[in-house]
């Protein structure tokens, strides 16, 4: 039974309910991480759960700390969750250590359902969220995965290679595809890339033996209140493929998603500090 005919089955019996599981970081200031996944997926219309792999502590200035969970009390949250509900998706996000991406790994070892994992490295405000080498914690994590979130340098860093052009970004998500064979499709995320007018947003996926590539440009938004668009894009992706079960729906809808939110949120000063990047503001969505 594939994961939307288990969707379909608990909505239609009206007493079983998918649960879209987020694996993260926390931010006190509510814009990123598992309290951004846990807004966007309410917003959306899913239910959502959430295991705790750090503790941040952070806010438009900078990261000031951050506290990693031992491994195994990453790896019980996730554990206690899958043996009690139905979770179809489950997206990563800030890992934070070697260690607990290993956890992480042997949680999910038997789990079949989505895993969609943004491979975040730094947080906002430049600093880096993960300690340990960045290539052991792909190779640890990828190979569960069915969608992965990059942006521009996250991927170059994946692929081991450059990404200067549109093309290269296709080509390197290309790669990891060939790579791993239950990965179906990579979101290159297009915010990072030079050109400063337009921005494209790719979906790179399998469609029987061939990779095909669906695009959308859309001009950049210009707005401070930036923080948190990566997680709020995976969860957005993990929320709609989970009420639809379709990647190009849910491609389009988280990245028009993200669009409106940042629009929303264009005008509002959310956090005191002039130059500082606040978070979006999750609850204007209406479906
Ligand atoms: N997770 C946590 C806990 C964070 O603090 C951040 C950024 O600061 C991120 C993830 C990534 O944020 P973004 O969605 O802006 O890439």
């Known amino acids: 039974m594939n994961i939307l005919i288990k969707h379909q089955l608990y909505k239609s019996k009206n007493t079983m309910q998918a649960t ?7 931010d006190p200031t509510g814009g990123a991480g598992i309290q951004a996944d846990l807004k966007t997926m309410t917003a959306i219309g899913v239910y959502g759960a959430a295991a705790i792999t750090c503790v941040t502590v952070q806010n438009s200035h900078g990261v000031a700390g951050i506290e990693c969970l031992a491994p195994d009390l990453v790896r019980r949250q996730i554990q206690i969750v899958l043996d009690d509900h139905f979770v179809t998706h ?8 070697l260690a607990i991406a290993d956890a992480i790994r042997s949680a999910l070892e038997t789990f079949q359902g989505e895993v969609i994992y943004d491979p975040v490295m730094l947080a906002t405000t ?5 300690e340990g080498d960045l290539n ?8 569960q995965c069915t969608v ?8 170059a860093y994946m692929a081991k290679a450059a990404v200067t052009t549109q093309q290269d970004a296709v080509d390197r998500a290309g790669k990891l595809l060939d790579k791993h064979s239950k990965l179906r499709a990579v979101l290159v995320k297009g915010g990072h890339a030079i050109q400063d007018e337009a921005i494209v947003d790719a979906l ?20 401070l209140n930036a923080h948190g668009t990566g997680c709020t894009l ?16 849910a491609f389009q809808q988280s990245v028009e998603h993200v669009q409106t939110l ?7 000063t959310i956090v005191k500090n002039p130059e500082g990047r606040g978070g979006m503001l999750h609850y204007t969505y209406r479906p």
Request: proline residues 8%; negative net charge.
């Open 126 to 130: 430049g600093q880096p969220l993960m």
């Open 148 to 155: 992965l979130t990059p942006n521009i340098p996250e991927l």
């Open 204 to 223: 790179v996926y399998r469609s029987g033996d061939t990779v095909q590539t669906t695009s959308i440009p859309h001009p950049r938004i210009q707005t």
């Open 20 to 26: 879209v599981l987020s694996i993260a970081g926390s």
């Open 136 to 143: 052991e914690l792909f190779d640890l994590l990828v190979p």
């Open 90 to 97: 489950i997206k990563i996000g800030m890992v934070g250590s």
């Open 234 to 249: 995976a969860s957005a992706f993990a929320s709609f493929h989970c009420l639809e079960g379709n990647d190009i729906r």
């Open 262 to 268: 940042l629009k929303n949120s264009a005008s509002i």
